[in-house]
């Protein structure tokens, strides 16, 4: 089973600096595979990157993703307020499973 | 406009069944590729995949839960079923259906519903 496993758990920013957010798979996996998530609280996920560094329909060019094999990052230039959140990466398994990492929290500096 | 709604229980007690429904619309589990999952999440915040099911009617299970969940689907309804036998209290959390895109991501969520389990 592949284990993703995010960092920083918590990340403190202010608006209009930029976040790098981390995604470690514990195994090589397709970027085809890997998708990242906002959550906001009280809200189900929405998703924001898929393939590893396609966006969503509606996702602000401020979201980009990248990385292969192990290593995926999603990055927030220009924070806005809107922005602070959970974050999950989410891989697919070719055993036609699926798992979350542990999330990052983008929080308000 | 694709949307999805879980419904069921709030509460339940430890060893009963869960039953949740998930009612979608703007897609059709008939059409090929179409495929329909459930995810929950628990206090904690862990995200947690539990099974999908596919417009062609194949079903996949996470491994470790495997053998307490069942998925089915009622294409006339536009609905999708989860079943959770032997609830405990660890299995207290917010249950999500979502519309998995390509077999790969989930791109629809439903709001969620919590299901506390509690004597």
């Known amino acids: ?109 | 406009q694709v949307t999805l709604k879980e419904s069921g229980p709030a509460l339940v007690k430890p060893t009963q069944t869960l039953t949740l429904t998930c009612t979608f619309s703007g897609f059709s589990l008939t059409t090929s590729q179409m495929r329909v999952g459930w995810v929950r999440q628990t206090p904690g915040k862990a995200l947690e995949w539990l099974a999908r099911i596919d417009w062609d009617g194949d079903k996949f299970y996470s491994t470790s839960l495997k053998t307490r969940l069942t998925i089915s689907k009622d294409t006339s309804k536009n609905q999708v079923v989860l079943t959770m036998t032997n609830m405990d209290p660890v299995d207290t959390a917010t249950y999500y259906c979502s519309r998995i895109a390509g077999g790969l991501y989930f791109d629809y969520w439903g709001q969620g519903t919590l299901v506390t389990v509690s004597s």
């Open chain 1, 1 to 109: 089973e592949i284990v993703l496993t995010q960092s920083p758990g918590t990340l403190s920013l202010s608006p209009g600096e930029s976040a790098t957010l981390s995604c470690r798979a514990s195994q090589s996996i397709s970027s085809s595979y890997l998708a990242w998530y906002q959550q906001k609280p009280g809200q189900a996920p929405r998703l924001l990157i898929s393939g590893a560094s396609s966006r969503a329909a509606g996702i602000p060019d401020r979201f980009s993703g990248s990385g292969s094999g192990t290593d995926f990052t999603l990055t927030i230039s220009r924070l806005e307020p809107e922005d602070f959140a959970v974050y999950y990466c989410q891989q697919y398994a070719t055993s036609r499973s699926y798992s979350f990492g542990q999330g990052t929290k983008l929080e308000i500096k």
